[in-house]
């Protein structure tokens, strides 16, 4: 399933993962390829990235929203500016 995690100013990640999970604001989910579709609220915490090659990647956020439709995955964070 392909992932687009985007700030407001930059894409900060695009690609193909087999997992995603994502810091909910009812709990932490994991995201799976054919997910049913779902739009949800983050809030601050670790976005986890696991791809096809097996490679692990976190991404902190301050909070967000996720959309999951036909195993594309948006997520629209805040993060902390340095």
């Known amino acids: 399933m392909h992932v687009e995690i985007v700030s407001s100013s930059s894409t900060i990640y695009s690609g193909e993962v087999r997992q995603v999970r994502v810091p909910g ?14 739009i949800s609220s ?3 915490g ?3 990235i696991t791809e096809v090659g097996g490679q692990t990647l976190y991404f902190e956020i301050e909070g ?4 999951v439709k036909d195993n ?4 629209m964070v805040e993060i902390k500016e340095i």
């Open 72 to 75: 594309v995955v948006s997520i």
């Open 64 to 67: 967000g929203i996720i959309r």
């Open 25 to 38: 604001t009812k709990g932490s989910f994991a995201v799976l390829f054919n997910h049913a579709p779902i």
């Open 42 to 44: 983050l809030e601050k």
């Open 46 to 48: 670790k976005i986890k």
